[in-house]
């Protein structure tokens, strides 16, 4: 017989005589086990809702990945639409709600599907020689975008099915570039490139395609950022230009090329900063997508601007709404976009009017995400500091919000959470600074605890009110420790300026924020032994690491170093995007004014004294390994106390289940080493 974790916990509390009421802290292991949602799908007519669902397992063998839906004319009733060992992703409705489209790889690869709500199994849409990356479906329901792997130069999929056999055929194993970038994230570059194609449904299954860009030796940006125009007869997709200068800018243009093929009109040609997420109007009337203004800037606020498809006329909606656009969706007046965006430490739901541009906020309590409107509702994703993500509805004016699933709901109520509160105090020069604090999970305010100071990577990013599944900030509350989370200078979701004031100024504001908030904390919060102190960063949370061990030696007891930047130099020379170090560290590593000298923490090695962990990924090309190596040589090499951790088939992250689990307890051994009274 099968045991659920939750059925095994309670025959433990049994068997050791705990009353039934008993709670478990939470544990690593438990994130494997949590069912998690994504592609939140809502029909047209907004009547019933398709989500996928990773059911998950106490081992990796137990968990599934299949299909739901949730019918609102049914008393919400739910119905399992697949049960397929292979994953189905990607779910896009027929324009008449009578039928599902995803992508699943059930014949060896990924390839898309079609489901008929009426009855019947799934049938295949496509058979094509290569893997289908993405799709969209035309609102006529008679072509699909898709987003294929093709060599450059190639006509055909004939063509780059033969270069993919030359390439096997052959006896050496060298790769050779040209130009950069060579590799990216995690994999060496091949070659090959993510294209445009475009098939017709008049015949089933698909087995070719045409490709829009065939000479092009640039990717689209991803099939999301792809959209049929209202007459189905072009399409709009996001894509650098072809060229040799793709590593060192961020110029993403939207251009439009007919389903024949062509040319591409470039629609953003005047703005040489990132254009992307076309989408158009209920009504076709308007092309709306997003922008920024500062070229080589990948944290520049996202703007939603408007086309008019007939005046031509182009207005940028959120020119004095001083907050970045993270998704948006027409509602089906036409009148109205509702936009997700970060906003003080949540991401929220607002509402925009097209007209005037007036913005009222719906929802914002936590981190929305995977944004539905229809006439009568919205539908999105939410999760909180102590919530996995669920799936809500809320009325258009933010009314009425209702948890519509509680996938973890069995487990979550067997599992303590320790209480959170966000908090503010004067940082650099005074400026407001916000950050969260996490209780140890059964809290007695007349003890002291230790401190668990987590700093977040990016640099422009946020440790915010969010359920973490790499730094899950009630883990280290499970383990007795106070966590405190500071939204430094350069976080986002406090405004521009705010984000844009860590650029050239990496060990400067920062420094200060997290100085003050330290020393903020144990004087609000009394029962925080900050004597008792270690902490930990990923990226530039590692960089700020390796910072604090030559600029602030004598704070923490301990350090922990997650893909950290040590010598900048080095890594401006072997990181793949070379447009981020050289807008936010003001040019080449070579440039007399540039900051990879000035905010280098292999320069102050010398001043080195805490103990420290570091961990990396010998997959990372975005802070590649040798940076955690060079930390660890200089630990090593004066004699303090350090450890080095390396996983080999992990990126920038830590994503397998087993290897999340080994990480967490190497830090939390660590810590505990340090940490102890």
Known sequence: MKISFVTLSAMLIAGFGLQ?????????????????????????????LVFAQKNGGVKPADSSHDLYLMDFSRNNSVQRLTQNSSREHQVRWAADGSAIYFLADRTGSNQVWRLNLAGGEAQQVTDLPLPVQGFQLSADGKLLALALRHKPGCGDIACTLKAQAADAARDDTAMVYDQLMVRHWDRWLDGYRTHLFVASLDTKPVTDARNLMPDWNSDIAGINEVAFTPD??????????????????????????????????????????????????????????????????????????????????????????????????????????????????????YAINTSFGDVRKVYGDGTAGHLNVAADRIVFSNHRLNQPTEIYQIQPDGSRLQQLTHVNGPLLEGIAFGDFEQFSFAGWEGNTVYGYLVKPVNFDASKRYPLAYLVH???????????????????????????VMVDFHGSTGYGQAFTDSISRDWGGKPLVDLQKGFEYVQSAYPWIDGDR??????????????????????AFRCLVNHAGLYDMPSFYSSTEELFFPEFDLGGTAWDEDSDYAKFNPAAYADNWQTPMLVIHGLKDYRVPYAQG?????????????????????????????????????????WMKRFTAE
């Open 20 to 48: 039934a009421s008993t709670k478990t802290p939470l544990q690593v292991e438990h994130l494997a086990q949590f069912n998690q949602l994504s592609d939140i799908v809502l029909a047209p007519g907004g009547n019933q």
């Open 232 to 349: 189905q007869q072009h399409l709009v997709f996001s894509a650098k230009m072809p060229g040799v200068d793709e590593s060192w800018h961020t110029n993403f243009d939207i251009f439009e090329v007919s389903i024949e093929g062509g040319e591409k009109k470039n629609l953003t040609a005047d703005n040489p900063a990132w254009d992307s997420h076309p989408s158009f109007s209920p009504d076709g009337r308007f092309m709306a997508y997003l922008a920024m203004t500062t070229p080589q800037a990948e944290s520049d606020r996202r703007r939603l601007v408007l086309l008019d498809q007939v005046t031509n006329q182009r207005t940028v909606l959120t020119e004095d709404w001083d907050r970045s656009i993270y998704s948006y969706q027409f509602g089906p007046d036409n009148r109205t976009i509702y936009v997700t965006t970060q906003d003080v430490g949540q991401v929220s739901i």
């Open 457 to 483: 990577g990016g640099p422009q990013g946020s440790f915010g009110n969010m359920f973490h599944y790499r730094w899950n900030a009630q883990l280290w509350a499970a383990q007795g420790y106070v966590v």
């Open 533 to 554: 102190a270690c902490a930990l960063g990923a990226s530039y949370g590692g960089y700020m690491m390796n910072w604090f061990a030559g600029k602030w030696p004598d």
């Open 629 to 669: 190596l060079g930390a660890f040589t200089n630990l090593q090499r004066k004699g303090i106390e350090s450890r080095l951790v390396i996983f080999p088939d992990e990126n920038h992250w830590i994503q397998q289940p087993a290897n999340r689990v080994r990480w967490y307890n190497e830090v939390f051994d």
